[in-house]
């Protein structure tokens, strides 16, 4: 009996430090009608995941003067004090704000 309980506080306690973990989810409308979701998680620092053109894309963090920049798989995100900016590919690049 004794070592159930302990087994089950164990596994309560290890799956505490995985619920103390947010991620962060944002969804941005662009000025081209475009939108997309992007997740932000602390465990994984160096990468953005969005969801984006109905497929799901991970950037890698890269060096910026200001602000934060993600690039991979022909998508560059960047994202500062001053706004946020989307380019895909041959398109324009596309202002965004947060829905």
Same mark, same amino acid.
């Given at each position: 009996?004794? $070592?159930? /309980?302990?087994?089950?506080?164990?596994a309560v306690l290890s799956a505490a430090p995985l619920a103390a973990s947010a991620e962060t989810f944002q969804t941005y409308v662009c000025a081209d009608g475009s939108q997309?979701?992007? +997740?932000?998680?602390? @465990? %994984?620092?160096? &990468? +953005? &995941?969005? @969801? /984006? %053109?109905? $497929? *799901?894309? *991970? #950037? !890698?963090?890269?060096? +910026?003067?200001?602000?934060?920049?993600? =690039?991979? &798989?022909?998508?560059? #995100?960047?994202?500062?004090?001053?706004? =946020? =900016? /989307? *380019?895909?590919?041959? $398109?324009?690049? *596309? =202002?965004? !704000? /947060?829905?």
């Amino acid at each position: 009996m004794n $070592r159930k /309980i302990v087994v089950a506080l164990g596994a309560v306690l290890s799956a505490a430090p995985l619920a103390a973990s947010a991620e962060t989810f944002q969804t941005y409308v662009c000025a081209d009608g475009s939108q997309f979701v992007a +997740a932000f998680y602390p @465990q %994984d620092p160096r &990468h +953005a &995941h969005l @969801q /984006i %053109d109905g $497929r *799901a894309v *991970a #950037l !890698t963090k890269r060096v +910026a003067l200001s602000g934060s920049r993600y =690039t991979g &798989h022909g998508v560059t #995100l960047k994202i500062s004090k001053t706004g =946020t =900016t /989307i *380019a895909r590919g041959k $398109r324009p690049v *596309a =202002t965004c !704000t /947060i829905q």
